[in-house]
């Protein structure tokens, strides 16, 4: 039974290696929800199953426990070893504490960017800046959330290229883009074997803007130019923002000017089977120790 916690992080295994093909085989927008999902779960699989194993090992050296049952009594039925337990706690705490970390720095990041927009002229959700430099991101926010552009890279840009530019930042802020990719970074935190399904999920949400920027301008290779262009000299933009140029901007050139493929029916049946199998053996596991302390505790009376 003590296998049941063990595999979400197989399943995480399973995902480090089939992340960036299961992205690819997906489309876009269903790639991007799926691959995030997929991400959660597996690591709240992997962190409940480590807060589990870890009370069971080292649940008696506690001040603090309950009164009518103890770890000992659960470990006879479930073996976790005291050095397990150990590790349990410690890896535990460290990853929790690395999603800490991250969120706050999101937190912070994105107060950042909404500061420096204080003041600065907004016509239907989008800012120029008197900028030389090349930058262009989307910052979430009330009433839609904000599309940043420098005046330098609009000089650069054709007519057509700013116009799927500008489609390809409102498109973020229009399909909320921004928890997506939030979901999975700070995933990817609590579960360092997920930072291939992060880098799926990424990219998957720059291609889907790039797709809607497709529709606007009409022109996939106008899309690719506006992408190209803007990579070449884009400054940096706040850490929590999405922009054009980020994520892998040769392999969005690339689909962008290949056909497209068909969707492999086994994709989203894997997506899905990761997600099944992490929930179910998560739950496996917490109701099997739920059981032995409800039979502790009634032998107990």
């Known amino acids: 039974m003590i296998w049941w916690a063990a595999v979400p992080h197989l399943l995480s295994v399973v995902a480090w290696i089939l992340a960036a093909p299961l992205g690819r085989r997906l489309p876009p927008r269903s790639a991007a929800i799926l691959l995030s999902v997929a991400a959660v779960s597996l690591a709240i699989g992997t962190a409940a199953t480590l807060t589990i194993v870890g009370y069971i090992g080292v649940g008696d050296l506690l001040p603090i426990g309950p ?5 000992a009594d659960v470990r006879e039925r479930v073996p976790v070893p005291l050095g397990a337990g150990v590790a349990a706690v410690v890896v535990g705490t460290f990853l929790a504490l690395r999603c800490v970390v991250a969120l706050v720095d999101m937190l912070r990041s994105y107060r950042q960017a909404v500061r420096a927009l204080e003041g600065l002229t907004e016509v239907s959700g989008l800012t120029i ?3 030389e430099s090349q930058m262009a991101y989307a910052v979430p926010g009330h009433g839609g959330g904000r599309v940043v552009v420098s005046r330098g890279l609009l000089r650069r840009l054709s007519g057509p290229q700013r116009k799927a530019l500008l489609a390809h930042e409102k498109a973020h802020l229009r399909h909320r883009h921004h928890w997506y990719a939030q979901v999975a970074i700070l995933s990817a935190k609590a579960n360092p074997l997920l ?3 992060r880098d799926a999920t990424l990219l998957a949400i720059e291609r889907w803007a790039d797709q809607e920027a ?3 301008v009409g022109n996939p290779a106008v899309v690719a130019e506006a992408i190209g262009v803007s990579a070449l000299a ?5 850490a929590t923002a999405l922009g054009a140029a980020q994520s892998d901007v040769v392999a969005r050139v690339r689909l962008l000017l290949s056909p497209p493929g068909p969707t492999k029916r086994f994709a989203p049946i894997g997506v899905g089977s990761l997600v099944a199998g992490c929930w179910a053996s998560s739950l496996a596991f917490a109701g099997q120790v739920y059981a032995f302390i409800e039979a502790i505790e009634a032998a107990a009376t």
């Open 214 to 216: 497709v529709t606007a």
């Open 234 to 238: 884009m400054a940096s933009g706040p």
């Open 195 to 197: 930072a291939p399904l």
């Open 129 to 131: 800046i008197e900028d």
């Open 67 to 71: 009164t009518d049952w103890s770890a």
